[in-house]
T-cell receptor, first 117, second 112 residues
Framework: GAVVSQHPSWVICKSGTSVKIECRSLDFQATTMFWYRQFPKQSLMLMATSNEGSKATYEQGVEKDKFLINHASLTLSTLTVTSAHPEDSSFYIC?????????????FGSGTRLTVV | GENVEQHPSTLSVQEGDSAVIKCTYSDSASNYFPWYKQELGKRPQLIIDIRSNVGEKKDQRIAVTLNKTAKHFSLHITETQPEDSAVYFCAARDQGAQKLVFGQGTRLTINP
């Protein structure tokens, strides 16, 4: 089946540094990738929608200058958390819709556990 | 945009009994409603889904019903087993933005 590979699976960084998370679609092309954040015991909250070759669409309340999204190719989307702070510690997960929205459902990356110390 | 409400937030049932989780959505244009099971620290795993042109779907012990008029859908798990213990999320596809909007989640505990 369609797979999205997400790396790293976990990362610990110092406060003030930046962290990049990558999501690659391995056997399909993803023109759109969705980035979610999940705090402990909470739901998946959509942060932004990344679109290949154009600017990402951010959800209300998400700082676009802090969470940089790049979708430079049909198989790679990246999320960079800039100037990370402890409150950014969370589980970040990407997702892509299959078959261009024509009934294929969604596939998810394995997630990245970010801990900012 | 779409908004999904999920209840209950926690559910405890005896092994062998049935469990029901309910969700409501706000956008009548939404057309795809998946249910996910999530283990701690893992990606959501699709367990069943339903599209807006269908009222009910069943897969062994799991079933989903959809009431488009009332804009609600439900997950039914019969003959529950300890391995069914997990967090379950419903979701609805916002047809306009093509994004998946999740409910708040239900922590299901199956008591032996």
């Amino acid at each position: 089946g369609a797979v999205v590979s997400q790396h790293p699976s976990w990362v610990i960084c110092k406060s003030g540094t930046s962290v990049k998370i990558e999501c690659r679609s391995l056997d399909f092309q993803a023109t759109t990738m969705f980035w979610y954040r999940q705090f402990p015991k909470q739901s998946l909250m959509l942060m932004a929608t990344s679109n290949e070759g154009s600017k990402a669409t951010y959800e209300q309340g998400v700082e676009k200058d802090k969470f940089l999204i790049n979708h430079a190719s049909l198989t790679l989307s990246t999320l960079t958390v800039t100037s990370a702070h402890p409150e950014d510690s969370s589980f970040y997960i990407c997702s892509a819709e299959l078959q261009g929205g024509k009934g294929g459902g969604y596939t998810f990356g394995s997630g990245t556990r970010l801990t900012v110390v | 945009g779409e908004n999904v409400e999920q209840h209950p937030s926690t559910l405890s049932v005896q092994e062998g009994d049935s469990a029901v989780i309910k969700c409501t959505y706000s956008d009548s244009a939404s057309n795809y409603f998946p249910w996910y099971k999530q283990e701690l620290g893992k990606r959501p795993q699709l367990i069943i889904d339903i599209r807006s042109n269908v009222g009910e779907k069943k897969d062994q012990r799991i079933a989903v019903t959809l009431n488009k008029t009332a804009k609600h859908f439900s997950l039914h798990i019969t003959e529950t087993q300890p391995e069914d213990s997990a967090v379950y999320f419903c979701a609805a596809r916002d047809q306009g933005a093509q994004k998946l909007v999740f409910g708040q989640g239900t922590r299901l505990t199956i008591n032996p």
